[in-house]
């Protein structure tokens, strides 16, 4: 056993118990109802680098929710790695789906059972644990800072600004992220690259008040008929999105850089088994990992309008709603896309509807080298504690602040996430396995180690 694995034992039970606190606190940013506890929340981090050693806490109010930063300077002439994270979770809704309830932890098969367990609490509090160990045991061999956030699951509005007003104090040679998914425990992988996100709202308005379905059905545009209608066509009969322009930034990939994505392993029946689907459908000529990893994509994520109650109510309804997301890749912009969006969403409403398209938040694709000191660091840190070398992959989901901190930081960043796709993240029961968690953080002071080596040259 190694000193980390020792640290790791010896500490077990505390370690736990920590995140169980923090795990605890409904840090739910969407909902103002929760506005304490995600204050709660920040201070909870603060205080507890603080404690690992960390200089300069702060909890930096923003606009918004306050950024939780910290550093340790060993030696300015050191290298500086930025750790990066989010605080705040998801909402739990719906509740009454959790076996156990949202934020009252609990662990059942090794695995720790809250929301925010695995996005991006459990992922978040390895960092500090590892720090406390690196602390404890002078292996810290370079500058840390941190900086976590409470606003990334709302689209990070107002951290664009803070990094701007703060581009001394997070001064940085790379920025390193754990909030994405590995593979699997026996197939490390590192993302390579994370999708944009274009998000909005329609609103269609047809008659002036709900009507009578009966009296007034056949006479005018239902706002809903009419919404379903428009978003039926919005992909064709191979998948693929009707929006004019959508796919002309988007960059294909090469033979080569399709076969490198493809060396990850994918079990389609394991994939249907576990989502409880019986064919996998998506855009014609890709497959899952592509149509997840390097394509666009556009989604309802919610729909309603009308009666939605009990029982029946025969209504002809007013308005009808809907909340889209389009995933974006390499080199869609999401100012554009929403752009494009509403201009086609206004083109094909039918006559006798009126159509508003809100834009909520966005995000910009990127793509992380994978001939860096930093990425070789953490697949050296991978392939000692794991085993086995991880390999490169895309993920489909998006971190607002990874294409910020290139462009307002110089910045790049390494996304060595723990978690697994299949942690339900954002669903009911989300979940983080106890050996992803310790597997963390045994492996980021490897990390370190090895990134402070590579860099000095050695
Ligand atoms: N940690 C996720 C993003 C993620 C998860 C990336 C898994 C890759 C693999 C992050 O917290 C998240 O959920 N981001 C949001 C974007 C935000 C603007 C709401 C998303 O992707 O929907
Ligand atoms: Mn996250
Ligand atoms: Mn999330």
Known sequence: MNKTQHFIEENRQRLLDELFDLL???????????????????QFVADRLKEAGADQVEVCPTAGYPVVYGERI?????????????????PADPYELWHSPPFDPEIRDGKIYARGACDDKGQVYMHV???????????????????????????????ASFIVENTERLRADVVLISDTSMIANDVPSIDSGLRGLSYLEVEVTGPNRDLHSGVYGG??????????????????????ITIPGFYEQVQELSQDQRADLNRAPFNAEAYMKDLGVTSLRGEEGYNTLERTGIRPTLDVNGIWGGYTGEGSKTVLPSKAFAKISMRLVPHQSSESATELFSRYFQSIAPPGVQVEVRPHHGGEPVVTPTDSVAFRAASLAMQDTFGVSPIPTRGGGSIPIVALFEKELGLKSVLMGFGLDSDALHSPNEHYGVFNYFKGIETIPHFFAHYARLQAGA
């Open 24 to 42: 605890r606190i409904p840090s739910v940013s969407a909902n103002p109802d929760f506005s304490e506890d995600v204050f709660e929340a920040a």
């Open 74 to 90: 060993v030696d300015p002439a050191l290298p500086t790695v930025l750790v990066y994270g989010h605080y705040d979770v998801q």
């Open 129 to 159: 644990k590892a720090f406390e160990y690196m602390m404890r045991y002078d292996a810290l061999p370079c500058n840390i800072k941190f900086m976590i956030e409470g606003e990334e699951e709302v689209g990070s509005a107002n951290l």
């Open 219 to 240: 006479a005018v545009t239902n706002p809903i008929n009419a919404l379903c209608g428009m978003i039926a066509q919005m992909h064709d009969a191979n998948g693929r």
